[in-house]
């Protein structure tokens, strides 16, 4: 194989290592954001602090857009 070839397969799997990364990355912060929110009601980050209010019925948009903007 030629040199291009190996630094595209280099190229390759490093992009592919990433993507894997940050997809368990983002797997795992919505993990953790869900077991704070039902063991706490809510979540911080830095120095803010966020409250989580579960929703129990899935609304649709225009139902969700009417109850927030008056």
């Not at 990364?21 to 795992?28: E, F, K, P, R, S």
């Not at 063991?39 to 980050?45: A, I, M």
């Amino acid at each position: 194989m030629s040199t291009l070839a190996y630094i595209s397969f280099a190229a390759l799997v490093t992009c592919s290592i990433f993507l894997l990364g940050a997809l368990c990355g983002w797997v795992y912060a919505h993990g953790v954001i869900a077991a704070e929110c039902e063991r706490l009601g809510g979540f911080y980050v830095g120095t803010n602090i966020y409250e989580c209010k579960r929703v129990d019925a899935p609304v649709n948009r225009k139902e969700r857009q009417q109850e927030v903007m008056p």
